[in-house]
């Protein structure tokens, strides 16, 4: 709180150094660490995205239902169409206020294509338990190549604010 | 080149308008001295409403008792957003600025007028903002109001209001430091803590900037000018505001933790050189940090996130951590000057414990590094964000970093505003004593309650997470803890507010006769003038408790790190 002495500009002492060179190192590290996982890793977020409209979405997706539809399975008490696309082929989920649309059922260690876009607001693709989560965006065609390494129903939750019925957005991926 | 005209109260003549402070013996600015009160009220208000609505949500998250609704928990969610991290923090900090740019300086404040303008419109644009949201229900946006969710336009016009009346404020804090050189009101560097306080307001500058990009657009939008805006490019320029909004706080919060070492136990910075590099390191990297916010958005290549998130590599982390060392090095050198020699950590014991400057500043450092950093440097590496973005870790971290960091430290200082700046007996002191335990204590366990929910799936911003039915039951055990937490902590909070209005608004106005509030008539800041580099240099007194501790952190980082890059690579394949 107090003005420093004239001359400030002092020479750091051992421990100081030290410090300082370990935290620079660890720094570094952890800047490493990151393309690191990017070459070698498993997981990384996904960058393919496209531009798009919410109408021109909703059409491929449309067809992609129609194309692929197997069944119909309700959530919330709303009806959804359950949609089992081949392995290694482009797969669509469309999000709106307040529904994942539409049910998908994938084969596990089969890799897929996911689109996620949005038709309104910002809405948060979170899957559950896998635990991944992307955010997802009017206008933007976000791309996810993933690959299911476990079996069972997942939930996909909503985890960005979008209006009052926000927790009441939840949809399902099934892997087989 | 002709010397300033007289309008200094100081100079020969002129009317006198200053008093002389007995304790710190330095000369306070009475438009200085009104301007830091009227802020740090508005501050405490602020932090009052938004307090309220803290409890109030926290019970509803809290899934046993699920208090509100769900229009009114997205609603106080939003007013809490609104109160807390700009609000609380905003005012809080132009007190700091005009306290750091007269008091520290010896130097009076050469802008009241347009100081006073600034404290109008962010009163003005805070009031308002308040007001939308409780009454008009279009305005339930959250408070980043990422569009295309479209609040009503007074929405953005209060917070364009807040952002000018702040930016004014933060140009006088330039003023006063510009006359206060001219006018040598103090020779050679500015002292350490203005120094820190100057990084807070150049950051400060266009960190408001940014947020003008973002906000004005949207005001647009809503009053129909313009058809549309990229949501993308929203997100960019409104955390191009918000992230380093946050940073704001940091180089604020560790400025006061400079303070607050040397107020209770009389430090001198180890080197000066060291603690200054480390605020200008905040300065070049800090503002990249707005790509934490999207690391998971659709758009951004490998390279930009990376780079991005790690402010350059990780330069600005390197800053935090070489005052992670500094301040506590500082306090053990003072400390065993003074005798307490013993052992690794005899200074530690030998501590004021119960100055509740020293516990607040303790706690502030222990849960921003330990609990706050490490989480932070974690969920913003680019692939981990993956499991962390928009889950309960999310608010898990920057409650641990803006509520136990920067507002206990925030609350501590306050403790000696109310003696030295409001020149009232602080009452109450033995809830002054207490007070940065129960509030910090509380914070921890909700911050661990949050991450711990966080890391089960539990998303944030999300009235009731039972809807999705696929939450384990280990959630409730994390929620009750996140919920006790927030009770504590709340407790803490309104134990903080009676200690402040109590003192304030009872009893005489009188000067100060010490500075220390519980522990003895010492004076460290006087103290600290008489550690001689001999002293600081002595073998006895090296900081070695200190680098112990430093080491200890990075081992937990580490851990940290690595258990998350672990759980990771668990997951589905995705790219």
Request: hydrophobic share 50%.
């Amino acid at each position: 709180m107090l003005a420093p002495e004239q001359n400030w500009w002092k020479p750091m002492d051992r421990l100081e150094k030290t410090w300082l060179t370990v935290a620079l190192v660890w720094c570094i590290f952890l800047t490493i660490m990151m393309p690191l996982w990017y070459f070698q890793g498993k997981q990384n977020v996904p960058t393919e995205t496209y531009r798009t409209t919410p109408q021109q979405y909703a059409v491929t997706v449309n067809e992609f239902v129609a194309k692929y539809q197997i069944g119909e399975e309700s959530i919330n008490g709303i009806p959804f169409p359950v949609v089992a696309p081949p392995a290694g082929s482009d797969v669509y989920i469309r999000a709106s206020a307040w529904q994942w649309y539409p049910i998908l059922q994938l084969e596990k260690g089969k890799e897929y294509r996911l689109h996620l876009s949005s038709m309104d607001y910002n809405h948060g693709f979170s899957l559950q338990p896998v635990n991944i989560n992307l955010q997802v965006l009017p206008g933007y065609d976000y791309v996810a190549t993933i690959t299911p390494t476990s079996s069972g129903d997942f939930t996909i939750v909503c985890n960005e604010y979008c209006y009052l019925g926000h927790h009441t957005m939840v949809g399902k991926i099934i892997v087989k | 080149m002709a010397t300033l005209a007289p309008t200094f109260p100081w100079v020969k003549g002129a009317k006198d308008d200053y008093r002389t402070c007995p304790v710190l013996t330095l000369k306070v600015d009475m438009h200085a001295e009104r301007l830091i009160i009227a802020n740090a009220v508005m501050a405490v208000l602020t932090l009052t409403i938004g307090g309220i609505a803290a409890l109030l949500i926290a019970l509803t998250r809290w899934q046993t008792f699920h208090l509100l609704d769900a229009t009114w928990f997205y609603r106080l969610l939003t007013l809490h957003g609104i109160d807390m991290l700009i609000a609380w923090m905003v005012f809080f900090e132009i007190a700091g600025l005009h306290f750091g740019s007269t008091v520290l300086l010896n130097a009076r404040h050469a802008a009241p007028k347009l100081a006073w303008l600034g404290f109008i419109l962010m009163t003005i644009g805070g009031l308002t903002a308040n007001v939308v949201v409780l009454f008009d229900p279009r305005n339930t946006v959250a408070y980043t109001a990422y569009m295309p969710l479209k609040a009503s336009p007074v929405f953005y016009l209060s917070y364009i209001l807040f952002a000018v009346g702040a930016l004014i404020a933060v140009a006088t804090f330039f003023i006063n430091i510009v006359v206060a050189k001219r006018e040598k009101r103090f020779e050679g560097s500015m002292p350490l803590v203005a120094f820190g306080f100057m990084t807070a307001a150049i950051l400060a500058t266009y960190t408001l900037l940014q947020g003008a990009a973002a906000i004005v657009p949207a005001f647009l939008w809503s009053m129909g000018v313009i058809s549309s805006f990229d949501p993308g490019i929203y997100r960019n320029f409104f955390w191009g505001f918000g992230h380093p909004a946050q940073q704001v706080n940091l180089a604020a919060m560790i400025s006061i933790w400079y303070s607050l070492a040397q107020i209770t136990v009389g430090i001198r910075p180890v080197n000066e050189k060291f603690s200054r590099l480390a605020f200008v390191l905040y300065l070049f990297f800090i503002n990249l940090g707005a790509a934490h916010h999207l690391l998971g958005d659709p758009g951004l290549s490998f390279a930009w996130k990376a780079v991005n998130t790690s402010y350059a590599m990780y330069l600005a982390v390197l800053g935090s951590m070489m005052h992670a060392f500094s301040i506590p090095a500082a306090m053990e050198v003072a400390l065993r000057a003074k005798g307490y020699r013993k052992g690794l950590f005899g200074w530690l014991r030998n501590a004021p414990w119960k100055e509740p400057g020293f516990s607040a500043l303790v706690i502030s450092i222990v849960i921003f590094g330990w609990v706050g950093g490490v989480t932070g440097v974690v969920i913003g590496t680019e692939q981990i964000n993956m499991l962390v973005h928009n889950t309960m870790r999310l608010p898990g971290h920057f409650h641990a970093t803006v509520v136990s960091g920067t507002t206990t430290a925030f609350m501590g200082l306050t403790y000696y505003l109310i003696p030295l700046i409001f020149r009232k007996e602080l009452k109450l002191k033995k809830w002054a004593v207490w007070q940065p335990y129960v509030f910090g204590g509380g914070m921890l366990l909700l911050s661990l309650g949050m991450i711990t929910s966080g890391l089960q799936g539990v998303s944030r911003r999300n009235w009731d997470i039972t809807f999705a039915g696929v939450v384990p039951g280990t959630v409730e055990l994390t929620l009750a803890i996140f919920g006790i937490g927030a009770i504590l902590a709340v407790i803490g909070g309104i134990m903080f507010v009676t200690v402040v209005f109590v003192s304030v608004l009872t009893g005489p106005r009188t000067e100060a006769n010490k500075l220390l509030l519980v522990s003895g008539d010492g004076n460290p800041v006087l103290e600290s003038t008489k550690l001689t580099d001999h002293m600081m240099e002595d073998k006895q007194n090296q900081p070695r408790g200190a680098f112990v501790l430093v080491f200890a952190f990075l081992v937990w980082f580490a851990v940290y790190y690595f258990t998350n890059w672990w759980l990771l690579g668990r997951t589905w394949f995705i790219r």
